[in-house]
């Protein structure tokens, strides 16, 4: 039966997530999208709660019967404050077309349409109990949960995938820095000379100001979970020899990495400009990391020959 693409829309109200005590025991609202592959009837909503007193999801009604057999991917965007999620869902789809994948997209506190301020600390923790959810649920396949992180959004998903080494399968880096730190010089380039990360060599006297280092080359090299690097030639934001330096870091504690360049490929469209290329890439990387278990294909055969 043919696959379509059924968007699902939901608002999670999210209380500080671990961190009440800055909010007085006011809630956050968090955009969250939730994007399956369905077939072509049963499809039904997705609607996600947080409950602050309980400090609970709760899940008020299950993907279709089909979605469970598909890997989840758990995407991180860059920082734009102008953009709401809503504006990345056209590489989403494709994301979805291309590698039949299921996938969740949170918008950070205080960017896009959701509330509060951010923090390297508040970022954290959101994307810690997105994950909580996911592997709490009994309608998706959480053997099969892969973190997908642009920009930013690679920090978040390294921290992630390293503090999470049974929860998450496998992790996809995209255009990613080595940390704040060293793209404070990137940025402005006089603040080289007084900040900068693990690596630098020259007097860090100002690192105390930076309060969300993100230090991303300090935290791939306790991965021990398949790492993706997919580097675009032409990123203007973030220099192309920082996703070499985390490889370079990463491999050299991790055998399960692999790395791609695309020539043409700029800081947000690299998926585009990379084409046929970049999705096979996508699609060989999760086919040999994170295959569909055996056991649960030949039970989705007998469940589709009982219905028809």
Request: overall charge neutral.
């Amino acid at each position: 039966m043919k696959s379509s693409i059924q968007i699902l829309r939901s608002q999670a109200v999210c209380g500080e997530l671990g961190n009440f005590y800055f909010m007085d025991g006011c809630g956050l609202r968090l955009s969250v999208y939730e994007l399956v592959v369905v077939s072509e009837v049963g499809k039904e909503e997705c609607n996600l709660d947080y409950n602050v007193a309980s400090d609970l999801w709760s899940n008020h009604s299950v993907f279709p019967r089909k979605c469970w057999q598909y890997p989840f991917i758990v995407v991180f965007q860059n920082i734009c404050i102008r953009l709401y999620i809503a504006h990345r869902l056209e590489m989403v789809r494709i994301m979805i077309q291309r590698l039949q994948c299921n996938v969740f997209m949170l918008s950070y506190r205080g960017y896009g349409a959701s509330d509060g301020y951010p923090s390297q600390h508040g970022i954290t923790k959101d994307a810690q109990a997105a994950l909580d959810h996911l592997v709490q649920r009994t309608d998706i396949d959480t053997s099969r949960i892969v973190v997908f992180g642009r920009s930013l959004g690679g920090a978040v998903g390294a921290v992630l995938t390293k503090n999470n080494p049974e929860k998450v399968a496998a992790l996809i880096l995209e255009n990613t820095f080595t940390s704040i730190l060293d793209m404070a010089g990137v940025l402005l380039p006089f603040l080289k000379w007084f900040i900068g990360g693990s690596g630098s060599k020259n007097p860090k006297v100002l690192n105390f100001v930076v309060r969300s280092p993100w230090s991303t080359i300090d935290i791939t090299g306790q991965i021990k979970q398949p790492i993706l690097f997919l580097s675009g030639l032409q990123d203007e934001m973030v220099p192309p020899v920082h996703m070499q330096m985390l490889y370079a870091k990463a491999a050299a504690h991790n055998r399960r990495c692999t790395f791609m360049e695309f020539p043409t490929g700029m800081h947000m469209d690299t998926w585009l400009a990379g084409g046929d290329h970049y999705w096979r890439t996508v699609q060989l990387f999760l086919e040999q990391n994170v295959p569909q278990n055996s056991d649960d294909s030949s039970s989705n055969q007998g469940n589709d020959a009982e219905a028809r």
